[in-house]
């Protein structure tokens, strides 16, 4: 390496779960990494604390409001930080002079223009935000691997995966790797086990309160109604460049099996350890080498036993309603991602219902049916909006 053996980071989305959950693994090694950029939306005094504690060279709100605020708060002692605002200041943070490394662990559609700048610029990409690969999976992949920018998933089944492919993966496909199928494994969220019929009744809190990791409360409630694995079965298939056919998902309540992977000749493989996502963060940022992570051991002893079970497609509607959108190609991953974040967002600010959250997605899926694939991020963008705006029209009927 040209500087030294520092690895320069940039990390947006960096007051949320996944950010500081990274910023908890570097600072234990505080002589291999550089914390050179950090984004996110409009915490400001969290921002603040990271700004202090890390000393970035730029700092990003991408509310332009809390950008003014961030510069007012770190004016006396912090007058080195840049601060910038806007989808320009992402787009600047992700591709920061002296960054390797970019995590990308903002939350939704925000996150597509500044991951995709860092593709193109060829950085290193942590990926966090499954989004970005549901929205616009085949295009990313293509940038990135046009401009030689290394996607390392974060995702903790998709970095499982990527932990039980062998050495030639990606410079092989799975077919000439000899590997039969992937298997996402996944908690089943809070309503595994709870009376389909009482589920109209569920509030934001108690989807949000998963039962083996703490998340962001899109993701929560995405792991409520398993729309979370829906999103993961698109991410896997365009990471890994899998037929939807090769991609199965088995509920495991215990989250300690990451997922799997199942060769030709019958074996599977399986990446294990505690539910904490200081794991597959460390696993990317060290990566090829393993650092310490902070997470404890796993006792498997003390754990006694692993359930596994398959997920029931009466409980779970957003589960098929993915294997459906990526049959179905063309835009409409990009329009279920676009449907759920309004359904979810509609749903946590308590317009609809809970069990109303796949509703509004599959009625928008039909709606806007069989719209071709974008083949750049204007179309992109152009259906996220329609697909948005079609499901507030659902939404708003919904809520009477
Ligand atoms: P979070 O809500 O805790 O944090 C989101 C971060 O993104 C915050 O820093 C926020 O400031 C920033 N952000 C939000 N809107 C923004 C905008 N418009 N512009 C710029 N920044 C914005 O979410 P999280 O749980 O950390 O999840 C982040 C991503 O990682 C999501 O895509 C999620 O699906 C994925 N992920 C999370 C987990 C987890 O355990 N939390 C696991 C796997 C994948
Ligand atoms: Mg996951």
Redesign the pocket.
Known sequence: VAHDAVTGLSI????????TSTLDVVARHPDRFRVRAL?????VAGMAGLCRRFRPELAVM?DPDAAVALRRQLGDDLPGVRVAGGEAG?IEAATWPGVDCVVA????A??LMPTLAAARDGRRILL????VLVMAGELFMAEARAHGAVVLP???EHNAIFQCLPEAYPARDLDSLGIRRLILTASGGPFRARAPETLAQVTPDEACAHPN?S?????SVDSATMMNKGLELIEACRLFSAEPGRVDVVIHPQSIVHSLVEYRDGSLLAQLGQPD?RIPIAHALGWPERLVSGAESLDLAALARLDFEAPDPRRFPCLQLAYDALEAGGHACAVLNAANEVAVEAFLHGEIGYTRIAVVVAEVLERMSGGPAAADLEAIRGVDNEARSVALQVVRREAG
Do not use: F, P, Y
């Open positions: 947006l989305g960096a007051t949320g779960s996944i950010g984004a996110a939306h409009r915490d991408a992402l662990a903002i939350v939704g925000a996150g966090a935000n499954k989004e974060v995702d903790s990791w998340m962001g409360r899109k993701i996502m």
